[in-house]
């Protein structure tokens, strides 16, 4: 089957994955996150953590992911050889933050300009096809209209992705409001920066309004939902169908930890139960997610939004090699098999039952990785 992607993953909090669940997003990145990630300063400490990040997704059958890391350019370009090293396919981005941060973890806006830039021109001199740099602004609370503006012109410079966060919570569409009073709504920050194009991929937007969403639309500006996440940190569920009306691009991906789980079948399961939670409270006539939708936003949709659906997402002939090869009869595992079940039971099986046992092999552009 088609390699699995990862549309939003913060590879710097992979040590606390399955913990801190009790708080929401804005007390979560305060009393968690935001101690947490000053540690990576520490090249020892961020090179544990991002060696048992990028192992574990790929076990888990992560072929490309899109990483959020630190504001720390060393530690970042560290998770850039690290995942060489693998041979997985990803964009990593260095964070950006110089305001409304803890005076423990904050650049002033010309350090981000000139460590960003700086990690920029190192990652591509690389020239490894399989990893690309991507612009990484926190979200709009966490960066200064110049140095917004600033990113979406080094975008610009050198054709890069973006990815950031949008309308996670309503505390946080809130304090947006209070910040940028002259924006019309969340989405207009971004885009008055420059930071809506065609290769940008936003987190959640859980509470978009349909102006926005047409805004994404207009711009090729693709969304991440990231169910797990939403639900663990009760911010809300967003709905993929309404997403997908609206003809605006949607993967999935695991928010890593706000989601607690690092693979992708889980938002492939949580993504369909959410939506079917959604439903009810909807019109009889209003469709919640598929196993088979729910499965094309991991593989396809996410190389759409990341703007890879050239190079992977399905087999078509012309792209890369991406792949998994699942056995769901393995000795051992989640997965019982019988007679009686069709090509579509077993695969339906798999995405709700199975694992990283199931995972006998991995391949990213054709070489075998796992």
Known sequence: MPGLIDTHIHASQYVYTGTAMELHLLDWLKNYTYPIEANFEDLKFAEDVYQKAVKR??????????????????????????????????????????AYSPHYYVETTQESKEETEKFVTKILKK?????????????????????SKYLGHLAKQYDLPIQSHISETTDEVEWVKELFPGSKHY????????????????????????????????TGTGISHCPNSNLSLRSGMMDARRVLDMGVKLGLGTD?????????????????????????????????????????????????????????GNFEVGKEFDALLVDTTVVEGPVDIFKRDSTDDIIQKFLFLGDDRNIQEVYVAGKQVL
Do not use: W
Request: with cysteine; glycine share 6%.
């Open 57 to 98: 997704v790929l076990k888990n059958g992560t072929t490309t992911a899109c990483y959020f890391a630190t504001i720390h350019v060393d530690a970042t370009l560290k998770l850039c050889d690290i995942v060489e090293n693998a041979g997985q396919r990803a964009y990593i981005g260095k964070v950006n933050m110089d």
């Open 187 to 218: 989405a207009d920050v971004y885009d008055q920066c420059n930071l809506l194009t065609d290769k940008t991929v936003m987190a959640h937007g859980v509470y978009l309004s349909d102006e926005e969403l047409k805004l994404f639309k207009s």
């Open 256 to 312: 890593v930890s706000g989601g607690y789980h690092p693979s992708m079948l889980d938002a492939i399961r949580t993504a369909v139960q959410v939506s079917n939670v959604i439903s009810l409270d909807m019109h009889t006539d209003y469709k919640s997610l598929s196993h088979r939708e729910a499965f094309k936003l991991a593989t396809l949709g996410g190389s759409e939004v990341l703007g890879l659906s050239d190079k992977t």
């Open 127 to 147: 020239n490894n096809p399989l990893i690309k740099p991507v612009i990484t602004p926190r979200f709009a609370p966490n960066c200064t209209l110049e140095l």
